[in-house]
């Protein structure tokens, strides 16, 4: 109740702010500033049900900021990656999920769109003259390409069962790869932690990668200076397990549960990156047999 209390104070000055503000300039740097706190303060919580009950008030709140500003890049993008890191850690239906990580993606498209004119629609365009938008994304743009690969490469995780999502695979990775050009310890590395998630969402049967996976994981460790730990999850999860590995899996885990999860930036995807680390460990003597 004191959150809901807080949350609904919090709307009521914004909303008065916008109000008396006058200034369109004025009243988007506001709305852009608040969705900018509202992201950080969710991204450095330490209790994911905090998170987890309260998070759809806040989303609820910018889809208000964007209706208002439809043309403001920052809040379109710091909405894409709420929704997508909402859709991806704390939504258990699928159909849901989907539906949030659609929303995530398509605001991240017009986010990068307002950015870069050139990147309007890049999304529909054949794969040449996809490549070609992508090639041309600079430093000024990587904000945008990020977040925007990020979206929509958790709306391909959401529909990983539909052949016709996962065909997006290719140009996911190629506007991520773009971002590891411009600056690959761009966000403590993280970038090749999406990089990871693509190479291994397939079994290698069907074109899956799990080695170059791993590979990006390791290096997602290592620029993030080992902090991001929901890498070494993935790579218990997503290779260790692939490739029946125990003592690589229960090496990481343990090294996840042993960790301090406060980083700056970090801290949510660090504990429900301890929370699956125990789960997976209780499992693991099921899952590899003695």
Same mark, same amino acid.
Not at 201 to 215: D, I, V
């Given at each position: ?133 992508? @090639?041309? +994304?600079?430093?000024?743009? $990587?904000? /945008?390409?990020? !977040? &925007? ?8 995780? #959401? ?90 899996? @229960?090496? +990481?885990?343990?090294?996840? $549960?042993? /960790?301090?999860? !406060? &980083? ?8 429900? #990156? ?17």
């Amino acid at each position: 109740m004191a959150t809901l209390r807080k949350m609904v104070v919090t709307a009521t000055v914004i909303g008065t702010l916008l109000i008396i503000g006058g200034c369109s300039a004025v009243t988007s740097s506001i709305t852009s500033r608040m969705s900018a706190g509202l992201a950080t303060s969710i991204l450095n919580q330490n209790d994911p049900e905090t998170v987890r009950q309260g998070a759809p008030a806040y989303l609820l709140m910018i889809d208000g900021f964007i209706a208002e500003d439809p043309d403001n890049a920052d809040v379109l993008l710091t909405a894409a990656r709420l929704y997508s890191s909402y859709a991806a850690a704390f939504v258990d239906d699928p159909q849901r999920a989907a539906l949030m990580a659609l929303k995530a993606r398509d605001y991240g498209f017009r986010g990068l769109c307002l950015t870069n004119n050139n990147a309007c629609g890049m999304s529909d365009q054949p794969y040449e003259e996809f490549s070609t938008v992508v @090639d041309g +994304l600079g430093d000024k743009d $990587i904000d /945008a390409a990020y !977040v &925007a690969a990020m979206a929509w490469a958790t709306w391909v995780q #959401a529909n990983s069962e539909d052949w016709v999502a996962v065909a997006d695979k290719a140009r996911v990775e190629a506007l991520m790869q773009r971002v590891v050009a411009l600056d690959e310890g761009y966000r403590q590395g993280s970038a090749y932690l999406y990089l990871g998630v693509l190479a291994t969402l397939l079994p290698e049967a069907l074109g899956g990668k799990p080695e170059e996976g791993r590979a990006f994981f390791e290096r997602s460790i290592d620029l993030s200076g080992g902090r991001d730990l929901m890498a070494k999850v993935l790579i218990a999860r997503d290779y260790a397990r692939l490739v029946f590995d125990r003592e690589l899996h @229960d090496r +990481l885990l343990l090294e996840v $549960i042993e /960790a301090d999860a !406060v &980083a700056p930036g970090l801290t949510l995807s660090n504990t429900l #990156a301890q929370h699956e680390a125990r789960r997976l460990l209780d499992d693991s003597q099921d899952y590899f047999g003695d």
